[in-house]
């Protein structure tokens, strides 16, 4: 008692309440200059340490001096008349007292004060359990280990996306960002999401030294850092448990609960960066996927065991039909990349079938097959093993829509839009979806927001675009685009104005029908100029000779046509309605008895 009498005389009590006040704020300030001006990352987290070491420093000086009028003297030589270490606690009293008060007043503020701005996904707001994975950034002096951090930063954003109660920004989005010193708090706005990991690895002969630290996009400040120093005996061992272990850190600031990562790869680390360039190459799409089939087909080789390859290089050989009439200098044959596709799918199902990307591929085999229901089943498998993975998303939202399932297509690809905001491609899925719907104005924003994110992948669908203006404003609105389009890519555009000038004067005749069936896209003006054939031919022509189906989009043409005896023949082709009377029918078919189905048309007015 008399120790903590003479404690409290002495103002040791006020004096740590001082110190942890005014040290917290210091923290504050800290991390907020360190993300304001560019400060070392270390910087704020040395002022944390200082404050730490200074504490007990504080105390023992609390306790050994004293303020008096004539200066600081130490306790012992001060009579105790002549204290006035009670006018000095009033004092560290109302230093406490305004301290609390502008602590309190920091955390009302950040509570009531909205974001800066809006996410660039098109959400109000962004959820707190939301995160971006920044590629870890290599500081080895050779320079010669980024794919040893893309890899950590792969397997973390992996393990972290199979929550179903964490939104985890795609990694394309989160990869753009890799070499630029962008600002975390137009970073979290940019890809929607309140927090941020980032980064470094520093290789030194056979040690590595990995620093990951989790920060609040908002304001900078850290939420949880960490380092680890390891051997690079077995370098993939390493980084699986460097994974494992951040992801198992941050589940208590975010609150998460996770399971432990689940490895698919190579221990080859030449096959293993192939494969990260890859996955790079095939999210450009266009050119980038003969690089991607490369970049597979190397990993394999290299490895003839790497599940997660085979099952990427069946993806890339399904999704060439949709861009190029050549492969390897020879014309593309549908037969001929199918079997190629259909040959890794298998591979990848022998060597792990439980591995979501086995699944997909499966299921992309399958549904070229025109195997819809086990198709969708594989799907099923994927998503139920990583219900976040974008490019099992983007595909199953493309076979929702070929099987005129709109609504359930919608919801994935806006699903993908808010994981991946800066894929041109799924802005794509969004469109396609929102014109299904009829929702245009939607469909229009996609669009341009795709041609905003890659100018290069937008000349593909630049006749569809037309086609989408003429049927949601009309062909005076189509024609008017075409005047007016700057930098218009070099397919298409005087097909385009053929089509267009040709429906606005009613010429039917500026069009043979082979050359309306080979026009991609143009379903809406083939009908003004060549009726209900020309769009059946198109149909016809997309589904045996490409890899997508259109004999379910919601365009209106399309619509037009369902009850043409064409339309009926079509679908019994490629087993649709087998599907239908297996898991349900769309609402423009019905069955009729138990082998019959009939669809209704909704007329199309010029």
């Known amino acids: 008692m008399k120790l903590f009498e003479e404690l409290k005389r002495r103002n040791v009590f006020r004096v740590a309440g001082v110190y942890a006040v005014v040290g917290w704020l210091m923290a504050q300030v800290s991390s907020t200059l360190e993300n304001a001006i560019g400060l070392p990352a270390w910087f704020d987290g040395m002022v944390v340490a200082l404050l730490l070491i200074g504490f007990p420093i504080a105390m ?64 109000t707001a962004i959820a707190e359990a939301s995160i971006a994975v920044l590629p870890f950034v290599d500081m080895s002096a050779a320079g010669d280990q980024e794919y040893f951090g893309d890899g950590i930063a792969e397997e973390i954003l992996n393990v972290l996306a199979k929550s179903e109660s964490l939104k985890v920004a795609g990694r394309t989005s989160s990869f753009q960002f890799k070499g630029k010193a962008e600002d975390l708090r137009a970073i979290g706005n940019t890809l929607g999401v309140a927090n941020v990991l980032e980064g470094s690895i ?34 993939f061992r390493v980084q699986e448990e460097i994974a494992n272990s951040i992801a198992d850190a941050m589940q208590t600031p975010l609150g998460l609960k996770l399971g432990a990562l689940e490895t698919a790869r190579t221990q080859n680390s030449e096959a293993y960066d192939l494969f990260l360039k890859g996955n790079a190459e095939f999210a450009r799409r266009g050119e980038g996927l003969v690089e991607a089939a490369k970049d597979f087909e190397s990993a394999v080789s290299l490895d003839p065991d790497f599940a997660a390859a085979w099952a990427n290089l069946a993806v890339v050989y399904s999704t060439t039909v949709g861009w190029f009439d050549k492969w390897e200098g020879r014309p593309l044959r549908m037969k001929m990349i199918n079997a190629r ?57 493309e076979l929702l829509g070929f099987l005129g399932r709109w609504k359930e297509a919608a919801e994935v690809a806006r699903k993908l839009a808010q994981i991946d905001p800066m894929t041109a491609q799924f802005q794509s899925r969004l469109m396609s979806t929102s014109w299904d719907l009829q929702e245009y104005d939607a469909a229009i924003a996609a669009f341009e927001r795709r041609r905003e994110l890659s100018p290069e992948s937008f000349n593909n669908d630049f006749l569809s675009y037309v086609n989408l203006i003429a049927e949601a404003r009309g062909l005076d609105a189509a024609a008017a685009f075409l005047a007016s389009c700057k930098n218009c890519p070099e397919r298409y555009p005087g097909v385009a104005r053929r089509l267009v000038d040709a429906a606005r004067a009613g010429d039917r005749s500026a069009f043979t029908a082979s050359d309306l069936a080979s026009i991609d896209g143009g379903e809406h003006l083939k009908f003004l100029i060549g009726g209900e054939d020309a769009v059946m031919d198109s149909l016809e022509y997309a589904s045996f000779n490409q890899y997508y189906v259109a004999v379910n989009y919601g365009s209106k043409p399309v619509r037009a046509v369902r009850a043409t005896p064409r339309y009926k023949r079509l679908v019994k082709d490629i087993g649709m309605d087998e599907y239908w009377r297996e898991r349900g029918w769309p609402s423009f078919c019905h069955p009729v008895g138990k082998v019959d189905f009939q669809c209704t048309a909704e007329p199309m007015k010029p």
């Open 341 to 397: 596709a259909e040959h890794a799918a298998a591979k990848a199902i022998a060597l792990n079938p439980d591995l979501a990307a086995s699944q997909h591929a499966l299921g992309i085999t399958l549904r070229d097959r025109w195997q819809w229901a086990r198709s969708e089943d594989a799907f099923v498998k994927a998503l139920a093993a990583e219900p976040n993975a974008t490019p099992i998303l983007e595909d199953y939202s």
């Open 60 to 123: 023992i000086l609390a306790w050994a001096f004293e303020m008096t009028p004539e200066g600081v003297k130490l306790t012992a030589n001060v009579p105790e008349g002549e204290s006035i270490a009670p006018k000095t606690g009033r004092g560290l009293d109302f230093v406490i007292i305004g301290g609390l008060a502008l602590v309190g007043a920091m955390i009302v503020a950040d509570r009531l004060t909205p974001e800066n701005a809006a996410p660039a996904t098109g959400a």
């Open 202 to 235: 520093r290789k030194d002969g056979v040690r590595v030294r990995i620093t990951a630290q989790l920060i609040r996009a908002s304001d900078g400040f850290h939420l949880w850092s960490e380092t680890y120093d390891r051997d690079l005996t077995d370098i």
